[in-house]
């Protein structure tokens, strides 16, 4: 069928088809900009049912522009812990900012202001600005380009930036008069409830009558998209490191970097474990003793391995981790020096002491002091830092409330059963 009949009809229909069967999400509810925007973030690489409750959640903490900008980067990160792709919460966290500081609150209506702020790229604004505005502009994500690589038979490759263009120019097009909104989120719902990568409702479709995809018998096998690599593997050794004394029950955690995979988020320490001793199966003594040695070295923390606890994985855009936890005594801290031998045996002697109860809800901020003579070394528990500079802090069930983890490490701790 050609383009003058076949555009008119998929706007025609598919529009017809959501108003009377879409879903009933909370974020459509409102046209609150701000709202909105949060939903499709959220909705980015993550599914409507997990969603919806840090939907609610967030918006109850985070009620206006304002709130979000005013409060601190360790609280949007908790508010988000569990959903993922924790760049998102920055990003959004950072763009908020910018929209309280230079348009006073006011999430911008055009293209130019809103696809300025941090974060948002073309489906995003596409989104927010045709669903809070009802400006026509294209929002073209993963469901909209298999909808209209099915309806059109285009077998151009949607991994490429040149289709995702082309993709966008035609779904501009489409869009009918004064009903951006409804459309865009009308491709949006084919796609995700109908029109489905496998297994398509293809009888259930409302433009089932010119989709050139299904005529053709394709459907299916569209749209074409070039894999990606798979995720790389990694080994690591990781260390749960229980308190003694005053710090019993508590358990050692470090704060990740302010930049890269997982910035700002809190975890247990680990290193990573060379692919040959990794293919060798890391049991016994071997691993426990790089766990020990690698933690010396890139963090000044010293632990004794006591035993192999538990297996854990996790899958990242780009890395696939193997993690195997190892329960560990604290022994202390050091420069980015290995111990003396005259000296380790110094510090052993101190972790039996008791530690400081003004310890129990401080970030430790300094570094054990070695000395060559074992009469000269020193444990303050109330004052420690990694030897790279990040920060460290005893954790218990309760003070995790406080605190954003990955979700592995929260699955790990839990399992240890600290909750």
């Not at 696809?115 to 909209?144: H, Q, R, W």
């Not at 020990?292 to 010293?302: I, K, P, T, V």
Request: charged share 25%; aromatic share 8%.
């Amino acid at each position: 069928m050609k383009d003058e009949v076949a555009k008119p009809y998929f706007s025609e229909r598919l529009l017809d088809w959501y108003r009377v069967h879409k879903r009933d999400l909370p974020w459509r509810r409102s046209r609150n900009p701000y709202y909105i925007w949060i939903s499709e973030v959220m909705l980015q690489q993550t599914r409507v049912e997990t969603v919806i409750p840090y939907f609610h959640r967030f918006v109850e903490r985070f009620p206006t522009v304002e709130a979000l900008a005013d409060a601190p980067e360790e609280e949007v990160l908790k508010a988000w812990e569990g959903l993922g792709y924790y760049s998102r919460a920055r990003n959004l966290h950072a763009a908020v900012r910018e929209v309280k500081e230079q348009y006073g609150g006011q999430v911008p209506d055009t293209k130019e202001d809103f696809s300025s702020l941090k974060g948002v790229g073309p489906y995003t604004a596409g989104a927010v600005l045709s669903i809070a505005y009802n400006k026509p502009e294209p929002a073209v994500d993963g469901n909209v380009m298999r909808v209209l690589s099915r309806y059109f038979l285009l077998r151009d490759d949607i991994a490429k930036p040149a289709t995702r263009v082309r993709l966008e120019r035609l779904a501009k097009e489409l869009i009918p008069e004064g009903a951006a909104g409804d459309f865009n989120q009308a491709l949006m719902e084919l796609g995700a409830t109908v029109c489905t990568p496998k297994s398509p409702r293809c009888p259930a479709c409302p433009v089932k009558e010119h989709c050139a995809g299904l005529r053709e018998g394709v459907a299916e096998e569209l749209p074409v998209k070039t894999k990606a690599k798979p995720p790389r593997p990694e080994t690591r050794a990781v260390a749960f490191i229980e308190g003694t004394g005053a710090l019993e029950g508590k358990v050692l955690v470090r704060r990740r970097p302010s930049e890269g995979l997982l910035a700002g988020l809190w975890e247990l320490p680990h290193v990573l474990v060379p692919d040959v001793e990794a293919a060798a199966g890391g049991t016994g003594e071997a691993e426990a003793a790089r766990l020990r040695e690698r933690l010396a070295d890139e963090f000044g923390l010293l632990v004794e391995p006591l035993g192999r606890m538990m297996d854990a994985e996790h899958t990242f855009s780009h890395i696939h981790w193997q993690l195997r936890v190892y329960r560990c005594r604290f022994v202390g801290l050091a420069e980015h020096l290995p111990l003396p031998a005259a000296a380790e045996s110094a510090v052993a002697r101190e972790q039996d002491q008791e530690a400081s109860p003004a310890a129990l809800d401080r970030p430790l901020t300094a570094s054990v002091q070695v000395a060559s003579d074992a009469g000269a070394s020193a444990v303050d528990p109330a004052a420690l830092a990694a030897a790279d500079g990040s920060d460290l802090r005893w954790l218990d069930g309760g003070d995790m409330e406080r605190y954003a983890f990955p979700n592995v490490f929260l699955k790990i701790l839990r399992q240890a059963g600290v909750r």
